[in-house]
């Protein structure tokens, strides 16, 4: 009774649950009888009418051809270091055959559940007791293994074994509970560090590109502006290049010496007017109100630097005939009697 209390619900084995033989019987969906003719297996009847012979034929077994529940107590099981477990679990088994349930074992399912509990044992005693959380699956997959290899001859085979729960003793379970917080402390504090690395990195290397962009943009307004000053050179010189080509055109005109002497004094007279503007220390020339004699002295410097041109054309060109101008000195001094 005892033991009987302790598994599931089972097909009943006794002669006093079976069913009695009045020749017309009717087996009902998914089971199975195992008649006995004068003590002597004799056949196993199918679902439906049967008919057998009363006195001779008796019904010694009902086998049930369903999927059998059968819970499988708590026990105690040491791990490989070392720890006391205490698991229990479900076993999901079907008959198969009903001729080697009958007669194969006298109580198939105590047997499973017998062999089932002894199986787990050996199974967590080659794991420790971190992998015996990790690998449920594999063990459970282990104890319907080795379950339907003993329970062949049987006539029966194990479906599914499901671990229910694993207790653990109480300083086991603290000792866990504290690796547990150092491991996430520990997670925590490398992903932390990681955090400050990353931005430690990050703004390093915001500053090499900031640093390298400030660098190619005063490189660019380097470029920049010395092309710009070059550019201003050269439009300064060409200026400068037409200036001195129209002023000599205008030189070699008619009167253009007249002209050359009205600008260099205008120039003077301008110069003059400018003095002790900007400083009270002024140095000037013994003949500062002689402007005719300073307008002389510049055109004849610039008498003196253009002269070899004038004879390098003299002797390219033919000389020319008619009425000629009169010369420089000549209208220098005409221009002092008038200013006189």
């Known amino acids: 009774l005892k033991r009987a209390a302790q598994l ?3 097909p009943c084995r006794w002669n006093s649950g079976l069913p009695m033989n009045i020749g017309v ?45 059968i819970n499988v ?31 194969g074992v006298e109580d198939p399912e105590y047997a499973v559940t017998q062999l089932a509990q002894t199986t787990m044992r050996s199974e967590l005693g080659k794991l420790s007791l971190d992998r015996v959380f990790r690998e449920r699956e594999s063990l459970n997959a282990s104890i319907v293994d080795a379950i339907n290899q003993a329970s062949d001859c049987w006539g029966i085979r194990c479906l599914r ?24 402390r520990k997670r925590a504090t490398v992903l932390e560090s990681e955090g ?17 962009l400030a660098s190619e943009a005063e490189k660019a307004e380097q470029i920049n502006k010395a092309a710009g000053e070059a550019n201003a050179m050269l439009v300064k010189a060409r200026a400068k ?9 205008a030189l070699a005109q008619q009167h253009g010496n007249a002209a050359a002497s009205l600008s260099v004094a205008e120039q003077y007279v301008n110069a003059f007017s400018k003095i002790a503007k900007d400083s009270n220390t002024v140095l000037l020339p013994a003949n500062t109100g002689d402007v005719t004699n300073m307008v ?10 253009t002269k070899p041109q004038a004879v390098k054309t003299q002797d390219e060109m033919p000389p020319a005939h008619g009425d000629s101008h009169p010369p420089a000195a000549e209208v220098l001094k005409a221009e002092q009697g008038s200013s006189s």
């Open 8 to 10: 599931a619900p089972a």
């Open 25 to 69: 019987l009717f087996v009902p969906q998914q089971e199975a009888w195992v008649v006995e003719r004068m003590g002597k297996f004799h056949r196993i009847l199918e679902p439906g009418l049967n008919f057998l012979i009363p006195l001779l034929d008796r019904i010694r077994y009902v086998q049930s051809l369903k999927e059998i529940v």
């Open 73 to 103: 107590p708590e026990q105690s099981a040491v791990t490989l270091d070392n720890v006391t477990l205490q698991i229990d679990g479900v076993l999901y088994l079907r008959v198969m055959d009903p001729y080697k349930a009958s007669y």
């Open 161 to 184: 074994y499901e671990i229910k729960d694993i207790h653990v003793p109480p300083r086991v379970k603290e000792s866990m509970q504290m690796q547990v917080e150092a491991e996430r």
């Open 196 to 212: 400050t690395r990353e931005s430690a990195i990050n703004v390093a290397e915001g500053q090499k590109q900031a640093q390298i």
């Open 241 to 249: 290049a037409e200036a001195i080509q129209l002023l000599a055109a």
């Open 296 to 305: 002389a002295q510049a055109l004849g410097i610039y008498t003196t630097l």
